[in-house]
């Protein structure tokens, strides 16, 4: 027996360690290269790790929930191969080699080479992990158990007839949710399309059920209706959860950018009935109505507009390099709200997309972050960010700058309330805008100015058309 030990790779920005969400594979179980044989919590996403080998699963080194450092053995493998024979670095899969000149047969395929981090295809043929055949009967081994309460949604169980039974699709935290409040996903249905169950199906699913126990009568005796207080169980005090994930790195950028960049909050509110009746008007259109051109959208096309006039809001503080650096494109960062924390992946060369492609882009943005699949990378390299806190109901807020960013811009709600227009008092929509800015960078002027030319593309939309 060849055994081959994995240890956990650099997931990207050379992050030192990461959570093991799940195991999808066993002691015993066969796999294929390039298989996905777990998922991995770094502190920015959710990453599946490939398998680096193709061959029998000999130890798991680790649990789900421990925190596991980079380097550290991950997983073993027997491999079946010669023990002298070298074993092919994890670098990428080599080009195909070019058929030997005058020779009829073709060149051989290839073998393909692991990807670490996850992000390649997995070869054809690699599928569900093959268990070892255990006597009929038989129940299956402790470790087996602990895999299948684990079990991801393309994972296999075992009925009660032991009959493979499909696990419920869904995302990691899908499952930690509805494991809090208790609910077995496979009592749940999938509503969208695709078949993966979301947030939405499983609160609905709590909400059916809640209503079905309120509406269900009380058959308890009358010795147990007025069953004191204090016989029943003590409820804890107080919860402590583990400082990790994105969490954890949520709170050391937070800390980082509040006690290193000199922070400065302005407010601006803004009369954006016109804006809420150009969107209106792009909802009532069929051909618009499925991009869900929103506020958002509008506010990160002004956004892009202005920060092409005022570059100071759109550059870096190289403290290293005693120099200001000056981006000449808009990586703009979406803070989305997710089960895991908040995280704000950005959208590349955000100044090149129209109105329609930027509303696409942050629906996209979005949908990936809340199932957890937003990849390292993508929340790397921003140069300005927006934070819509408007959809939680509230007004106003004084934002903290992502590190490396020279602003950040808040959007509050939209309120239909008495304002001043032409003149007279009348019923608007009005919203609170809110820009926190890097003091090295940009003074409360050139602050100013941006944020009156964001105000006034939401008060008159028609503006834009006079901005390059």
Known sequence: MTVQDFRLPDLGEGLPEAELVQWLVAEGDTVALNQTIAEVETAKAVVELPSPHAGTVTALHAAPGDVVAVGSVLISFDTGADADAPTPAPAQAPATAPATTGSSEPAPEPAAEPNLVGYGAAPRGAGRPQRRARAAGSRPAASDTAVLEAAPHDAIQLGDTDRPVERPRSTPPVRRFAK????????????????????????????????????????????????????????????????????????????????????????????????????????????????????????????????????????????????????????????????????????????????????????????????????PADMMGGTFSITNVGVFGVDAGTPIINPGEAGILALGAVRRQPWEHRGEIALRDVMTLALSFDHRLVDGEQGSRFMVEVADVLREPGRAMLLR
């Open 180 to 375: 809090q409040l208790g609910i077995d996903l496979a009592l749940v249905e999938a509503t969208g399309a695709s078949g993966v169950i979301t947030r939405a199906d499983v609160e609905a699913y709590a909400e059916r059920v809640g209503k079905a126990t309120t509406a269900a009568p009380a058959e308890a005796a009358p010795a147990e209706r007025f069953e004191p207080l204090g016989a029943q169980a003590p409820r804890e005090r107080t919860t402590r959860t583990p400082i990790r994930g994105v969490r954890k790195h949520t709170a050391e950028a937070m800390v980082r950018s509040a006690f290193t960049a000199p922070h400065v909050t302005t407010f601006v509110t803004v009369d954006v009935t016109e804006t809420m009746a150009l969107l209106a008007s792009f909802k009532a259109d069929r051909a618009l109505a499925e991009h869900r051109i929103g506020i958002l959208a509008v506010a990160a096309k002004a956004v892009c507009l202005a920060l092409g006039r005022h570059p100071g809001l759109n550059s870096r503080w190289d403290e290293e390099a005693g120099e200001i650096v000056e981006h000449h494109y808009v990586n703009l960062g979406i803070a989305a709200a997710t089960g895991r924390g908040l995280v704000v992946p950005n959208i590349r060369d955000a100044q090149e997309l129209n109105l329609v492609e930027l509303a696409d882009a942050i629906r996209a943005l979005a949908e990936t972050a809340r199932a957890g699949k937003t990849a």
